[in-house]
Every structure is written in structure tokens, then in C-alpha cells.
């Protein structure tokens, strides 16, 4: 190959992992922008559903509220291919070659009306060899839907649950 080629894939290569850089750090609230010293080691799209079941609040007696279940998606690489999945509780991410890990919720930060918010996880150490070996954090960005029904929640319907779609873009990050 020659040079002119070589430095022309290089570039691209740069340009690819600049960009998922710029969108992760500078297109995302502070709150949940990884520390420095961290870059992308795997970017995924998560499709799939949450369920939230209709509860009486702990903390407000008499009150009721969709409250957060868990989640269930297929991880995707940008091709489309799965590469994982997501589930939970607790929040694990698992690799298609066995390697999971849980983590830690460090921030979360709004992302639109309708959208769940973007999220900043500090990862445990993963379990098993691969993949999300040496994860470090994760990134939850460019949410769609997945918020609480709509539907009231009283105590007429208490224990239902409710089940709906939503969309993120998961970064795993690994020290330099």
C-alpha cells in the first residue's frame, strides 16, 4: 500500500474516533461527560423496551407512580449487527462473547421532552475475558423515548405494569 493511501485510511480512522469523541464529550452536559484521560473502546446502540409498574410511593403516602422496573435491549454496532444486550436490574451490559459488568450511576442529565436522560455509569470490574474487560464507564447518549407512561397511575390500577420502547447510544470508555 502506499503512503498516500496509508495516510488517507490513517485520517479516516482519526476522523471516525474524533468524532465519537466530540459528540461524546462536547454534544452532552457536563454532568455526564467522562473524566479525561478515558477514550471509546465500543459504541453501541441499545433498542428496546423498559417496564415500569404502577406503585404507591414510599416516600408520600396515599401517592402513586410509574416506577422504574428495568430495562431489556439488544446492543447493535453502528451496522446493525448485535454485538450484546442490556438488561436488568441490577443494570448489567453483556458482550456477545460472555463479558459483562455492572456499574454505579455517577450523573444523569436531561435529554428532551419524552426521552430518558442521558446517564454517566461508573463500571465495576467486568466478569469474564473480553469485550467489556477494562470498561471503566458508560455512557448513555442520544436517548429516545423510554419515559414513564402517561397512562394515570392510581390505586385502581396498582401492580400494573407497562411496557415501552426506547433507543441510546451506550459508549464503553477504557483509560488511556
Known amino acids: 500500500m502506499d ?36 477514550k471509546v473502546a465500543m459504541e453501541t446502540v441499545g433498542v428496546g423496551q423498559i417496564t415500569y409498574e404502577c406503585q404507591a410511593k414510599s416516600d408520600m403516602p396515599g401517592q402513586m407512580a410509574w416506577e422504574f422496573m428495568g430495562p431489556k435491549a439488544v446492543l447493535n454496532d453502528r451496522s446493525g449487527k448485535q454485538v450484546g444486550t442490556y438488561y436488568g436490574p441490577p443494570a448489567t451490559w453483556e458482550s456477545a462473547d460472555g463479558s ?24 465495576n470490574p467486568a466478569e469474564g475475558k473480553g469485550e467489556m474487560t477494562g470498561v471503566s464507564y458508560i455512557q448513555r447518549v442520544a436517548t429516545q423515548g423510554g419515559v414513564a407512561p402517561s397512562k394515570a397511575c392510581a390505586a385502581s390500577n396498582k401492580g400494573e405494569r407497562e411496557i415501552v420502547q426506547y433507543q441510546a447510544d451506550y459508549l464503553f470508555w477504557t483509560a488511556n
Open 100 to 123: 459483562r459488568l455492572t456499574g454505579t450511576q455517577v450523573a444523569i442529565a436531561p435529554a428532551g421532552a419524552g426521552n430518558i436522560p442521558h446517564q454517566l455509569v461508573k463500571a
Open 3 to 38: 503512503a498516500k493511501k496509508i495516510l488517507c485510511l490513517t485520517g479516516l480512522s482519526l476522523a471516525i474516533s474524533c468524532s465519537v469523541t466530540a459528540f461524546a464529550q462536547t454534544d452532552v452536559p457536563e454532568a455526564v461527560r467522562v473524566p479525561d484521560g478515558h
